[in-house]
């Protein structure tokens, strides 16, 4: 999933630099050409050059930080100053500052204004407070030339520098073409003054610009705060070098030590001691796991119980972690096609801008004399918003991404998540995608002579003894019955008890073993269950070889029901019967005495929630297959509990074109699997969404990951991708019908400047808005993956 | 203006309902210093701050009514129009504030403004202090966009001014008290002063949805308004 691209993000929000407003960063690093840097590095220290609007830009021409506008920039210096001198010279101050003057200045004009609409009288005493008025609103204005210009000036003087008309040399130009005329007007007693304007376009652009590159940064905050998962150093306990050292000096084969309640710092592999592991941030898995020496653990995780010694696997930079922040990082950074279109779009806007504004210029200053001219040249400038044209689709596109890997979910990019949007079908590979690959007992029924416990028991021995999936399943299916009848409060069959020996397998058939006959006619005088205690046991183990040979003994069989009747046993016409009406995947019986005494049906188990999220895809209106290489009889049991048409015996390469005609037949298809034997099933599809744990989080094939195995993200992941293409909808139709309606008004010489310089923050402020309900969070989050049995 | 004494009678009993949102506010500026002196200092301050922001908006609506009355004065009567919109809208906070009405769900800690104002309010400087109560003036909060309306519905800047003024001087007492982290109350007398503000702000909404009724058909020319906060 890493990306070979050259474009850079922005060290404050992360987002591409070149996507948003149509600038472009003044240096490129060369180090962060390359895929490993593409995340973007923690904001660089703070640059003590005492002036705010300095340490704005100098860090960017010096080529060390790049950010993707003029509010990342101010944002950057307004974290460093903040995390080093606290409140003292904050930027954040001078905002604040600047708006409390400026709102002093809007109370002043305004009292002008109602004084201009009421024609007060014209009393010496009005007179002079009319005079004062207005020398106070100059007053008030210069803090905020003072405060607020420095920076738009100093942005702009780059942009000049670089020889590119941006929409700050527009807006600086204006302010102080605001300012100047008001100061020339109030020297002279003309009767208009605009300092107002001039405060409010500095105040709202700074404000704007601060409250999107929050935005931006909110919508990329998992990336931080996956970054600062891991401990910053790890505690070395062999090799020459011992104790606390930065993990960046710790490479593989090195042995650390990682102490109880600590984060695992790096990738390893447990050397000495045992632990449980709370491994939630990468695969999702809400149940810590037992780590025992030989298992691996990740970096990220955290250690819960006992002091682990790890011999350290992979370095830093290649851990697991390092991986996720990759894989999250170049998702966003990958430029869909929709964002590669509004970036044109944006790169041509400021100049059309630039040309609007001063073609709207000339002709007010034909017609209505400076005054007019300057007020909607600046109106123009100031409602035209390339930012939210700029940042409507990959801000949109950043917090979904960014969301999704909070919930466990990797995208690999941005186009995966628009084609996810337009999926029409949803294909699923049955054993380890929709199924655990363990089977439940579904049923069981006995012959009419058999004592039901004596069958479960004989079956249960004999199954203990086997590693066969489905013997597996059944020991299991009786071990969860014999602990729920014991929280019930019934007498617990004594475990351990032996009554058939001699097991052997039978390879792929069954198992087969002897029982002493006594203890198989046990029912007959003495009840069977509870009777056979633990003592019973022990004096059945006592029995010496001799006793057993002299003893009558017979022999006993699990398997399927053709093993039985091959080894001379018949199946009760009552069983057949039975069985005939329940059609299963697999089938087991127990047998002894010629005859089979009891039959169990076996299921696979579905995954946690499988069911319910293929009821909620299915309400999503989405066709749904199941494709399997599995047999045709397992393939229609699966159907019938699932109801969602399966077609089985598939090889690879029939699934490949399985895919492609559904595609053709509905559209999109988006194929789920397991990863390992669904690769060209996955190629094929037009989302491929692999299912895997932590471990391997960075395979080609799959368009989604879904770490964990949560499968049941899945409708949620449509749903996400579904919003996803509504707010990219939403935000492009704002910010164009916006901008197109914005500099119409303005250039018709019908909007003040100072409700184009608020449009624009609400403008803004819609489109993060709108784009940040997409990081809202999913009740279901972080729940743990269980297997439930489904219900027969 | 016979309102005044009920408008600040209801911002010191409405802000009680209002602590859900300020209170923590008030709270974290009371952090930083321990001793009792400073602490009075900073919260006078944040609290000049809010009812400098509160001023600031009351002239702006109080200008904003103006400009409405001057426009369409022969149509409606529109400080009457605003001061049935504001009292219709206390009503429904003093419902909302009775548990009368079911709440919606408030808005989350999402606010991209949090971390603006939350800069402020841990800094040292009375500045700081100053503009923390600046902006927290500017949050929303049902029961000042009532009374912005009714500034507005005052058809001046001065009157729109003294209307918001007033109200926030009524915040002040409860806002400083919360500062100290009194518990000066117990439970159930809270529980008393919150349904008494609930009534205060419904009454308030009550009076100007009746005046604003009385004047709705008296036509009127903007040079010689006739406000119906003032008779």
């Given at each position: 999933m890493v990306s070979t691209r050259t474009e850079l993000n922005c060290d404050f929000c992360g987002l591409p630099v070149s996507g948003v407003g149509g600038r472009r960063p003044v240096k490129s690093a060369p180090a962060k050409a390359t895929s490993a840097d593409a995340i973007p590095p923690p904001i660089p220290p703070a640059d003590r050059t005492g002036d705010a609007g300095q340490a704005w830009t100098s860090k960017?021409?010096?080529?060390?930080?790049?950010?993707?506008?003029?509010?990342?920039?101010?944002?950057?210096?307004?974290?460093?100053?903040?995390?080093?001198?606290?409140?003292?010279?904050?930027?954040?101050?001078?905002?604040?500052?600047?708006?409390?003057?400026?709102?002093?200045?809007?109370?002043?004009?305004?009292?002008?204004w109602s004084w201009e609409i009421y024609a007060m009288d014209e009393s010496?005493?009005?007179?002079?407070?009319?005079?004062?008025?207005?020398?106070?609103?100059?007053?008030?204005?210069?803090?905020?030339?003072?405060?607020?210009?420095?920076?738009?000036?100093?942005?702009?003087?780059?942009?000049?520098?670089?020889?590119?008309?941006?929409?700050?040399?527009l807006l600086i130009l204006g302010v102080f073409a605001a300012f100047g005329y008001s100061a020339l007007s109030l020297w002279r007693d003309y009767e208009h003054l605009y300092f107002e304007v001039g405060c409010m376009i500095l105040v709202a652009v700074t404000l704007g610009r601060w409250l999107e590159a929050t935005g931006k940064a909110r919508a990329t905050r998992t990336l931080q705060s996956l970054r600062r998962l891991l401990p910053a150093r790890a505690m070395l306990v062999d090799g020459a070098e011992q104790g606390e050292v930065p993990l960046e000096l710790v490479s593989p084969g090195a042995l650390i030590r990682v102490l109880a309640g600590q984060r695992v710092p790096l990738d390893g592999v447990v050397e000495r001691a045992a632990a449980v592991v709370d491994e939630q941030i990468i695969t999702g898995e809400l149940d810590p796991h037992p780590k025992q020496v030989g298992d691996t653990v990740y970096g990220g995780s955290a250690n819960l119980q006992e002091d682990l010694y790890l011999r350290v696997t992979h370095a830093v930079d290649q851990g697991t972690i390092q991986r996720l922040i990759q894989a999250v990082s170049s998702a966003a950074a990958t430029k869909s096609r929709a964002v590669r279109l509004a970036d044109v779009i944006s790169s041509w806007f400021v100049p059309l801008t630039a040309a609007i504004a001063m073609g709207?210029?000339?002709?007010?200053?034909?017609?209505?004399?400076?005054?007019?001219?300057?007020?909607?040249?600046?109106?123009?400038?100031?409602?035209?918003?390339?930012?939210?044209?700029?940042?409507?689709?990959?801000?949109?596109?950043?917090?979904?991404?960014?969301?999704?890997?909070?919930?466990?979910?990797?995208?690999?990019?941005?186009?995966?998540?628009?084609?996810?949007?337009?999926?029409?079908?949803?294909?699923?590979?049955?054993?380890?995608?929709?199924?655990?690959?363990?089977?439940?007992?579904?049923?069981?029924?006995?012959?009419?002579?058999?004592?039901?416990?004596?069958?479960?028991?004989?079956?249960?021995e004999l199954a203990a003894s086997s590693t066969h999936l489905l013997s597996r399943g059944l020991w299991q299916a009786f071990a969860e019955r014999d602990t729920s009848r014991a929280a019930d409060g019934e007498a617990a069959v004594a475990s351990i008890a032996g009554i058939v020996n001699n097991i052997q397998s039978v390879a792929g058939l069954g198992v087969r073993g002897s029982a002493a006959r006594r203890r198989l006619r046990a029912t007959d005088d003495e009840p069977a269950a509870a009777s056979w205690t633990i003592a019973a046991a022990r004096a059945d183990s006592r029995v010496g070889i001799a006793d057993a040979v002299a003893e009558s003994r017979e022999t006993v069989w699990l398997g399927s029901v053709r093993f039985a009747q091959a080894e001379g046993c018949t199946l009760p016409a009552d069983l057949a019967a039975w069985l005939d009406e329940h059609p299963a995947e697999a089938v087991c019986c127990v047998a002894w005495d010629r005859q089979v005494q009891g039959i169990f049906l076996l299921r696979e188990r579905f995954r946690d929630r499988a069911l319910p999220m293929i009821a909620e895809l299915r309400r999503a209106g989405l066709e749904l297959r199941i494709l399997t290489g599995d047999r045709n009889s397992r393939g229609r049991a699966i159907e019938a509990s699932t109801g969602i048409a399966t077609v089985a015996e598939l090889l690879p390469d029939e699934k490949l074109r399985a895919i492609r005609q559904l595609h053709e037949q509905y559209g999109l298809v988006a194929m789920v699997g397991d990863g390992i034997n669904d690769v060209p099933a996955l190629t094929a599809a037009d989302v491929a969404i692999a299912l895997e744990s932590g471990a391997d989080i960075s395979r080609d094939a799959a368009d989604v990951c879904l770490l964990g195995n949560s499968l049941d993200r899945l409708p949620w992941l449509v749903h996400l991708a579904r919003e996803t293409r509504t707010v990219v909808r939403t935000n492009?139709?704002?910010?164009?019908?916006?901008?197109?309606?914005?500099?119409?008004?303005?250039?018709?010489?019908?909007?003040?400047?100072?409700?184009?310089?608020?449009a624009m923050i609400g403008s803004s402020l819609f489109v993060i808005g709108n784009s940040l309900r997409l990081t809202a969070g999913d009740p279901r989050a972080g729940d743990a993956e269980q297997e439930v049995a489904v219900a027969p | 203006m016979i309102e005044l004494p009920l408008i600040f009678v209801s911002g010191v009993l409405g802000s009680a309902h209002c602590l859900g949102m300020c209170g923590p506010l008030a709270l974290m500026l009371g952090q930083a210093k321990s001793r009792v002196r400073q602490n009075l200092v900073r919260q006078l301050i944040y609290s000049a701050g809010r009812i400098f922001t509160y001023g600031v908006l009351g002239a702006c609506a109080g200008f904003a009514g103006m400009r409405m009355a001057a426009s369409l004065p022969a149509l409606i009567n529109i400080p009457a129009v605003l001061a049935i919109v504001a009292g219709a809208f206390l009503f429904y906070q003093g419902l909302l504030a009775a548990d009368w009405l079911p709440r919606r769900g408030h808005v989350g800690s999402s606010c991209l403004g949090s971390s603006f104002l939350a800069t402020f309010l841990r800094g040292p400087a009375l500045r700081d202090v100053f503009l923390a109560g600046l902006f927290t003036g500017f949050l929303p909060c049902g029961l000042l966009y009532g009374y912005v309306a009714m500034a507005a519905g005052s058809a001046s800047m001065g009157r729109g001014i003294l209307v918001m003024v007033t109200f926030g001087l009524g915040t002040v007492p409860v806002m400083i008290a919360t500062g100290f982290g009194s518990s000066l109350l117990g439970l159930a007398a809270r529980r008393r002063l919150f349904r008494l503000a609930a009534y205060s702000v419904m009454l308030a909404g009550a009076v100007s949805i009746y005046r604003g009724l009385g004047f709705l058909g008296t036509e009127i020319h903007a040079t010689t308004t006739i406000c119906p906060f003032c008779w």
């Amino acid at each position: 999933m890493v990306s070979t691209r050259t474009e850079l993000n922005c060290d404050f929000c992360g987002l591409p630099v070149s996507g948003v407003g149509g600038r472009r960063p003044v240096k490129s690093a060369p180090a962060k050409a390359t895929s490993a840097d593409a995340i973007p590095p923690p904001i660089p220290p703070a640059d003590r050059t005492g002036d705010a609007g300095q340490a704005w830009t100098s860090k960017e021409s010096r080529g060390e930080a790049v950010y993707c506008c003029t509010g990342c920039r101010m944002a950057a210096a307004i974290s460093q100053e903040t995390a080093e001198t606290g409140q003292a010279r904050s930027t954040l101050t001078r905002l604040g500052l600047a708006i409390f003057f400026a709102m002093n200045v809007m109370v002043f004009t305004m009292a002008l204004w109602s004084w201009e609409i009421y024609a007060m009288d014209e009393s010496p005493a009005m007179h002079a407070l009319r005079d004062l008025f207005r020398y106070a609103c100059l007053v008030f204005s210069l803090p905020v030339l003072l405060l607020l210009g420095g920076p738009l000036l100093q942005s702009a003087i780059t942009d000049l520098a670089r020889r590119r008309i941006t929409t700050d040399i527009l807006l600086i130009l204006g302010v102080f073409a605001a300012f100047g005329y008001s100061a020339l007007s109030l020297w002279r007693d003309y009767e208009h003054l605009y300092f107002e304007v001039g405060c409010m376009i500095l105040v709202a652009v700074t404000l704007g610009r601060w409250l999107e590159a929050t935005g931006k940064a909110r919508a990329t905050r998992t990336l931080q705060s996956l970054r600062r998962l891991l401990p910053a150093r790890a505690m070395l306990v062999d090799g020459a070098e011992q104790g606390e050292v930065p993990l960046e000096l710790v490479s593989p084969g090195a042995l650390i030590r990682v102490l109880a309640g600590q984060r695992v710092p790096l990738d390893g592999v447990v050397e000495r001691a045992a632990a449980v592991v709370d491994e939630q941030i990468i695969t999702g898995e809400l149940d810590p796991h037992p780590k025992q020496v030989g298992d691996t653990v990740y970096g990220g995780s955290a250690n819960l119980q006992e002091d682990l010694y790890l011999r350290v696997t992979h370095a830093v930079d290649q851990g697991t972690i390092q991986r996720l922040i990759q894989a999250v990082s170049s998702a966003a950074a990958t430029k869909s096609r929709a964002v590669r279109l509004a970036d044109v779009i944006s790169s041509w806007f400021v100049p059309l801008t630039a040309a609007i504004a001063m073609g709207t210029f000339v002709v007010h200053w034909q017609s209505g004399g400076f005054q007019a001219a300057l007020l909607t040249s600046l109106s123009v400038v100031l409602i035209a918003c390339p930012c939210a044209l700029g940042i409507a689709t990959p801000l949109a596109v950043w917090a979904a991404v960014s969301s999704a890997a909070r919930h466990h979910v990797l995208l690999r990019d941005g186009d995966a998540l628009t084609k996810l949007a337009q999926i029409r079908v949803v294909c699923f590979d049955k054993t380890g995608t929709l199924t655990s690959g363990n089977v439940e007992l579904a049923a069981m029924q006995f012959a009419q002579s058999a004592d039901p416990e004596l069958v479960i028991r004989v079956a249960r021995e004999l199954a203990a003894s086997s590693t066969h999936l489905l013997s597996r399943g059944l020991w299991q299916a009786f071990a969860e019955r014999d602990t729920s009848r014991a929280a019930d409060g019934e007498a617990a069959v004594a475990s351990i008890a032996g009554i058939v020996n001699n097991i052997q397998s039978v390879a792929g058939l069954g198992v087969r073993g002897s029982a002493a006959r006594r203890r198989l006619r046990a029912t007959d005088d003495e009840p069977a269950a509870a009777s056979w205690t633990i003592a019973a046991a022990r004096a059945d183990s006592r029995v010496g070889i001799a006793d057993a040979v002299a003893e009558s003994r017979e022999t006993v069989w699990l398997g399927s029901v053709r093993f039985a009747q091959a080894e001379g046993c018949t199946l009760p016409a009552d069983l057949a019967a039975w069985l005939d009406e329940h059609p299963a995947e697999a089938v087991c019986c127990v047998a002894w005495d010629r005859q089979v005494q009891g039959i169990f049906l076996l299921r696979e188990r579905f995954r946690d929630r499988a069911l319910p999220m293929i009821a909620e895809l299915r309400r999503a209106g989405l066709e749904l297959r199941i494709l399997t290489g599995d047999r045709n009889s397992r393939g229609r049991a699966i159907e019938a509990s699932t109801g969602i048409a399966t077609v089985a015996e598939l090889l690879p390469d029939e699934k490949l074109r399985a895919i492609r005609q559904l595609h053709e037949q509905y559209g999109l298809v988006a194929m789920v699997g397991d990863g390992i034997n669904d690769v060209p099933a996955l190629t094929a599809a037009d989302v491929a969404i692999a299912l895997e744990s932590g471990a391997d989080i960075s395979r080609d094939a799959a368009d989604v990951c879904l770490l964990g195995n949560s499968l049941d993200r899945l409708p949620w992941l449509v749903h996400l991708a579904r919003e996803t293409r509504t707010v990219v909808r939403t935000n492009l139709f704002w910010a164009f019908a916006y901008n197109l309606v914005g500099i119409g008004l303005a250039a018709a010489g019908w909007l003040n400047p100072i409700l184009a310089a608020i449009a624009m923050i609400g403008s803004s402020l819609f489109v993060i808005g709108n784009s940040l309900r997409l990081t809202a969070g999913d009740p279901r989050a972080g729940d743990a993956e269980q297997e439930v049995a489904v219900a027969p | 203006m016979i309102e005044l004494p009920l408008i600040f009678v209801s911002g010191v009993l409405g802000s009680a309902h209002c602590l859900g949102m300020c209170g923590p506010l008030a709270l974290m500026l009371g952090q930083a210093k321990s001793r009792v002196r400073q602490n009075l200092v900073r919260q006078l301050i944040y609290s000049a701050g809010r009812i400098f922001t509160y001023g600031v908006l009351g002239a702006c609506a109080g200008f904003a009514g103006m400009r409405m009355a001057a426009s369409l004065p022969a149509l409606i009567n529109i400080p009457a129009v605003l001061a049935i919109v504001a009292g219709a809208f206390l009503f429904y906070q003093g419902l909302l504030a009775a548990d009368w009405l079911p709440r919606r769900g408030h808005v989350g800690s999402s606010c991209l403004g949090s971390s603006f104002l939350a800069t402020f309010l841990r800094g040292p400087a009375l500045r700081d202090v100053f503009l923390a109560g600046l902006f927290t003036g500017f949050l929303p909060c049902g029961l000042l966009y009532g009374y912005v309306a009714m500034a507005a519905g005052s058809a001046s800047m001065g009157r729109g001014i003294l209307v918001m003024v007033t109200f926030g001087l009524g915040t002040v007492p409860v806002m400083i008290a919360t500062g100290f982290g009194s518990s000066l109350l117990g439970l159930a007398a809270r529980r008393r002063l919150f349904r008494l503000a609930a009534y205060s702000v419904m009454l308030a909404g009550a009076v100007s949805i009746y005046r604003g009724l009385g004047f709705l058909g008296t036509e009127i020319h903007a040079t010689t308004t006739i406000c119906p906060f003032c008779w």
